[in-house]
Nanobody
Framework: QVQLVESGGGLVQVGGSLRLSCAAS????????MRWYRQAPGKERELVGS????????YVAGSLKARFTISRDNRKNTVYQQMNNLKSDDTAIYYC?????YGQGTQVTVSS
């Protein structure tokens, strides 16, 4: 079955960086668009961005575009999200998504 395992979250100070990874299995990774979502405490889950199946096109939500980058390695069945200049508002659980499935999420906490 589809399995998505996120990693790379943690505690970081304002202005710091993190790179999240999502290892995928159970489906043809290179045929699928991959997405990252996040859910902050008390808020709805929101789309952070996506990347096409071949990695040639990516989208990041407008307010995050300058700081977040999504990439993928189809040889490793892994999608990444690089997050720079992190702000307190970026504190959330980050989920990767594909084939109607979410991973378990990875916590990102940005402290001031």
């Amino acid at each position: 079955q589809v399995q998505l395992v996120e990693s790379g979250g943690g505690l970081v100070q304002v202005g710091g960086s993190l790179r999240l990874s999502c290892a995928a299995s159970g489906f043809i990774f290179s045929d699928n668009v991959m997405r990252w979502y996040r859910q902050a405490p008390g808020k709805e889950r929101e789309l952070v961005g996506s990347i096409s199946s071949d990695g040639s096109t990516s989208y990041v939500a407008g307010s995050l575009k300058a700081r977040f980058t999504i990439s993928r390695d189809n040889r490793k069945n892994t999608v990444y999200q690089q997050m720079n200049n992190l702000k307190s508002d970026d504190t959330a659980i980050y989920y990767c998504h594909a084939s109607d499935t979410y991973g378990q999420g990875t916590q990102v906490t940005v402290s001031s």
